[in-house]
């Protein structure tokens, strides 16, 4: 048998034969042919000689209302494009982005209405958000005090910057820089993603 152990198969696929493997989960066997009994990927293991087909995870959709975590990697014309990592405290095995936009800081936020995206979000600052819409786009929600920027690097060293009396101050070169911040700034990941 010559196939990719991450092969994906339907139900009532031919696999191989029962020369070659024996049938185990997710198989079923007839006249000597080992099939597929459910949706799912191959996987076989050539020391037991057992072929197997492990279920899929369902691929987690974010909905509205999802928390996610995610990182800025750049901005296109009125918005911040977002690498989003964790949904709902799941750390996701694929690609998935979102937007965020002046919408994303809602009305609660009046002062953030005005002027550039970048004092509010920058390129490689860490966001902690929530899924707002996914009407064409992923539209990510900073607007509560929960959300917003998790952490973030300064512009001119790249030093991750602290919170120093309410400023967010670089320690090494002393820049000052604004974000729309969370509550949880410069909080461990870990503990972060705990709480999505
Ligand atoms: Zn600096």
Known sequence: MRESPSRLVLVG?????????FPGDGTFEKDGVIYSSRIGRVSVDRNRRMLE???????????????????????SSHYANVRIFYVNGNRLSYEYTGLVGRESFGRSYPRF???????????NDLIYGEVMSTVNVNLIDLSAKEYGVVKAYCGNCGSPLVLFKKYLTCPSCRTRENRKLSV?????????VARV
């Open 13 to 21: 696929e031919p696999l191989a034969t029962l020369e070659e493997f």
């Open 53 to 75: 087909v492990v279920e899929l995870k369902p691929l987690l959709v974010p909905k509205p209302g999802f928390k996610i975590i995610g990182s800025v990697t750049g901005f």
């Open 113 to 123: 209405r005005t002027g550039s995206l970048r004092n509010y979000v920058r390129e």
């Open 184 to 192: 949880f700034y410069n909080e461990q990941i870990e503990r972060l």
